[in-house]
């Protein structure tokens, strides 16, 4: 199975902050990378797909980033209901994994 | 828009089945693939499987034995069932679209239902 490793698991940080937020894959994984958003309570959403495409009606706020293994997220103005939980996912092998989750408070 | 909804018991007894479905609303179920993607409380996500109609299934090897999935066409829905079940199998379980352009991806996913494994 493909390991995907999160970090940080958790992270403190302030309305307008920049944030980003690692994935990093086992082996290589080309762009199939998906990251997903869970807010407390509420169902998982995908926030971007193919390491770096936004779905309609996410903000441009968030973007993606490619770096061999390596994947971030960045969320360049933190915005309040911006603080969740969010997980990437590679979808390059069955089965398809998660990582462990980064859970954005709020400082 | 294609909308999904879980149902089914939400207390199931150590060493019994777990039975799921999920019904799909503004779309064919025979049109794409579905999986299931389940949730412990507090904890992260871990796919169990994919199927699509008239295709070979693809489970988890952590599940695998135990998982099986289907399409009730007829009905629009899909179906997970699990057996011998243990308390490590209580979870938020979800119904998700699995979306395949050569690339793939989860969305979208629906409301998940809590199943409970405990006598």
């Known amino acids: 199975d493909i390991q995907m490793t999160q970090s940080p698991s958790s992270l403190s940080a302030s309305v307008g902050d920049r944030v980003t937020i690692t994935c990093r894959a086992s082996?290589?994984?080309?762009?199939?990378l998906n990251w997903y958003q869970q807010k407390p309570g509420r169902v998982p959403k995908l926030l971007i797909y193919t390491a770096s495409t936004l779905p309609s009606g996410v903000p441009s706020r968030f973007s993606g980033r490619t770096s061999g293994t390596d994947f971030t997220l960045i969320i360049s103005s933190l915005q309040p209901e911006d603080f969740a939980t969010y997980y990437c996912q590679q979808g390059y092998n069955s089965p398809y994994t998660f990582g462990q989750g980064t859970k954005l408070e709020i400082k | 828009q294609v909308q999904l909804q879980e149902s089914g018991p939400g207390l199931v007894k150590p060493s019994e089945t777990l039975s799921l479905t999920c019904t799909v609303s503004g779309d064919s179920v025979s049109s794409y693939t579905w999986s299931w993607i389940r949730q412990p409380a507090g904890k992260g996500l871990e796919w169990i499987g994919r199927?699509?109609?008239?295709?070979?299934?693809d489970y988890s090897p952590s599940l695998r034995g135990r998982v099986t999935m289907s399409v009730d066409t007829s009905k629009n829905q899909v179906s997970l069932n699990l057996t011998s079940v243990t308390a490590a199998d209580t979870a938020v379980y979800y119904c998700v679209r699995y979306t395949d352009y050569g690339y793939n991806w989860f969305d979208p996913w629906g409301q998940g239902t809590l199943v409970t494994v405990s006598s």
């Open positions: 199927f699509y109609t008239g295709g070979r299934p």
């Open positions: 082996q290589n994984i080309g762009s199939y």
